[in-house]
């Protein structure tokens, strides 16, 4: 798994946690559907640290809570 992807699994984690859709995770972080949208999937292979952290503080959330899971230890590297 790489980092994008990992951020992208956590996003869905929190929201199935919360019972929280993509649209209402959009309405409370202030971050546009399609932004979202954009980092669960293809589009967007570098989720932007700027977008990462509205949508912390819409979650009510630090950023040291959001990258506190599993899913971050052990990426792959990513230098080419």
């Not at 309405?27 to 399609?34: A, E, Q, T």
């Not at 292979?45 to 971050?72: A, H």
């Amino acid at each position: 798994m790489n980092t994008k992807e990992a951020v992208a699994e956590r996003i869905l984690e929190i929201c199935k946690e919360r019972n929280l859709a993509i649209n209402a995770l959009a309405n409370i972080s202030g971050v546009s559907p399609s932004t979202i949208y954009s980092m669960l999937n293809e589009k967007s292979q570098n989720p932007g640290i700027v977008s990462i952290k509205k949508l912390c503080d819409g979650l009510d959330i630090s950023l040291r809570e959001f990258f506190d899971s599993d899913l971050f230890d052990g990426l792959e590297q990513e230098i080419e």
